[in-house]
Nanobody, 123 residues
Framework: VQLQASGGGLVQAGGSLRLSCAASGRIVSSYSMAWFRQAPGKEREFVAAIIWSGGATYYADSVKGRFTISRDKANNTVYLQMNSLKPEDTAVYYC?????????????????WGQGTLVTVSS
């Protein structure tokens, strides 16, 4: 599938943003979708994942309780609602997809990637 991420921008600490990832092509029920992020000078890190079919979710400890991943099956779109943003959340956010109803926190297990959208949180 081809993925198109959007929704990034500049926000003050404590604010909110919602990222979207639109998928073209058919997402089969056995897919898993995820968000990763990469800050300047750092490695890409896992943020959250969702199983397309059942909707089960998983989060990195650093975002648990603040971020929510969800999907809209009718529109083939995955969302990342980000609340209580912190300056350390500043990064380029990428959506990713993989075949298989299981999430991985390592980016090497994901075969399809969006182009990334920049989130900047000012203090």
């Amino acid at each position: 599938v081809q993925l198109q991420a959007s929704g990034g921008g500049l926000v003050q600490a404590g604010g909110s943003l919602r990222l979207s990832c639109a998928a073209s092509g058919r997402i089969v029920s056995s897919y898993s979708m995820a968000w990763f992020r990469q800050a300047p000078g750092k490695e890409r890190e896992f943020v959250a994942a969702i199983i397309w079919s059942g909707g089960a979710t998983y989060y990195a400890d650093s975002v648990k309780g603040r971020f929510t991943i969800s999907r809209d099956k009718a529109n083939n779109t995955v969302y990342l609602q980000m609340n209580s943003l912190k300056p350390e959340d500043t990064a380029v956010y990428y959506c990713a997809a993989r075949r298989g109803s299981y999430w991985y926190t390592s980016n090497r297990y994901y075969s399809d990637w969006g182009q990334g959208t920049l989130v900047t949180v000012s203090s």
